[in-house]
């Protein structure tokens, strides 16, 4: 087909094998203002990162499936794993582990003020995954309150942002955002910092 023939059928709309970039697409929605679903640039919903709206759900313990209630977790207890779900479709994103958080119920008036924001009635959720090499922080430290790796020993302040106080871990833990919307501990934001880890030796 010539060039010329080309442009007449495309004046015609007669081309139909046009494919969209992400890229465009991305751009697409800037110009118009029209926010494009992630799972449109090819993510499943269960592998996106937590969502402005999702609710919590606990991942294990006595509460497992339970949607996240600040009054089912006593104060300074030991972390434990959530996951968030939305609440429209009912989508649990457990389709990567990195979506995976600890959360517990703290003192917010102990808390560093520039993180007061992010907790829904005291209850605080981090990356469950460590900065160093990416194992789980599932250890803890009851008599400092410090959220711990067991695979090279890094230590998290929980009242400080996840702010690293022992051990080879790069950067703090990624805080996800919380709020409390009728009664139910739900994602107010993206992970504040980068979650993952960065291999080092």
């Not at 990195?98 to 981090?126: C, F, H, P, W």
């Amino acid at each position: 087909m010539t060039g010329s023939n080309k442009e007449d059928l495309a004046g015609k709309g007669e081309i139909k094998n046009t494919r969209l970039s992400r890229r465009t697409i991305f751009k697409m929605g800037l110009v118009t203002g029209v926010a494009v679903p992630m799972s449109a640039l090819g993510q499943p919903p269960a592998r996106m990162r937590p969502q402005p709206g999702d609710q919590l759900v606990f991942e294990e313990g006595p509460n497992q499936d339970a949607l996240v209630r600040p009054e089912l977790l006593s104060l300074e207890q030991r972390p434990v794993s959530a996951m968030a779900r939305d609440p429209s479709t009912g989508v649990l994103r457990d389709g990567s582990r990195l979506n995976r958080v600890m959360i517990t119920r703290i003192n917010t008036e102990k808390m560093s003020q520039r993180y007061q924001s992010n907790a829904a009635d005291g209850v605080i959720a981090y990356s469950a995954v460590c900065t160093h090499t990416g194992c789980d922080v599932i250890n803890w430290d009851e008599g400092r309150l410090r959220m711990a790796c067991p695979c090279h020993e890094s230590q998290f302040d929980i009242y400080d942002g996840g702010k690293v106080v022992g051990g080879p871990a790069p950067r703090p833990l990624a805080m996800l955002p919380l709020e409390l919307v009728e009664g139910i501990v739900t994602v107010a934001a993206e992970f504040r910092g980068r979650v993952g880890f960065t291999q080092q030796f």
